[in-house]
């Protein structure tokens, strides 16, 4: 069980630059979520898939988000035109199915300069 | 999005102290789910708990699935310096969405 891998660790950019997150979920399984997480809150809900099918986005996710999960392995997470409010941690996390727990990988951490 | 209420917020014990900690809803959850999260890393899941009324352990931790099933509590006996970090309480709705708490920030005093 080599658990949830994310890249970049840390990623540092200028404000209105583009910037994708990889997250490779656990190999077995099929739901991959995103997160946001910001300074003393406990992750908030971005947007999940089972399989390759992106099933749920939260009204966080404004339209410069996109995630896809193109083979319904790993997937990306896109923030296109970076404001200052993106400046937080990402986390990714999978799970086997939907009522089960979710396992974390160490996140990405975004900060926008 | 809603997050859960999680309290105490923050503690500062000693070392060897008993600690309690506990998460409530104003909705019902169908599971249960207690992590903890070092800085910089992501949250690691420590309890699950599926049944009203359900109390597991893990080692030092013990955790229990709130009868109204809007509550969850969590114990940790014996505290030790590595159990410093923030513990996160989550709970799963019938529709399978997964809702966090706001966390609460332990600090063991050798």
């Known amino acids: 069980d080599t658990g949830v891998s994310q890249n970049p660790r840390h990623k540092i950019t200028k404000r209105g630059q583009n910037v994708t997150f990889r997250c490779d979920p656990i190999s077995e399984h099929n739901r991959l979520y995103w997160y946001r997480q910001t300074l003393g809150q406990g992750p908030e809900f971005l947007t999940y898939?089972?399989?390759?099918?992106?099933?749920?986005k939260s009204r966080l996710l404004s339209d410069r988000f996109s995630a896809e999960r193109p083979k319904g392995s790993f997937s990306t997470l896109e923030i296109q035109r970076t404001e200052q409010g993106d400046s937080a941690m990402y986390l990714c996390?999978?799970?086997?199915?939907?009522?089960?727990?979710?396992?974390f990988g160490d996140g990405t951490r975004l900060s926008i300069l | 999005g809603q997050q859960l209420n999680q309290s105490p917020q923050s503690m500062f014990i000693q070392e060897g102290e008993d600690v309690s900690m506990n998460c409530t809803s104003s909705?019902?959850?169908?599971?249960w789910l207690w992590y903890k999260q070092d800085p910089g890393e992501g949250p690691v899941l420590l309890i699950a708990?599926?049944?009203?009324?359900e109390l597991t352990s893990n080692g030092r931790l013990t955790a229990q699935f709130g009868i109204t099933r809007k509550d969850s509590f969590l114990n940790i006996s014996a505290s030790i310096p590595s159990d410093v970090g923030i513990y996160f309480c989550?709970?799963?709705?019938?529709?399978?969405?997964?809702?966090f708490g706001t966390g609460t920030s332990l600090t063991v005093i050798p």
């Open positions: 989550a709970g799963v709705n019938t529709g399978n969405q997964f809702y």
């Open positions: 909705s019902i959850f169908n599971t």
């Open positions: 708990l599926y049944k009203a009324g």
């Open positions: 898939f089972q399989n390759e099918a992106q099933l749920e």
């Open positions: 996390a999978s799970s086997w199915r939907g009522n089960q727990p979710q396992h």
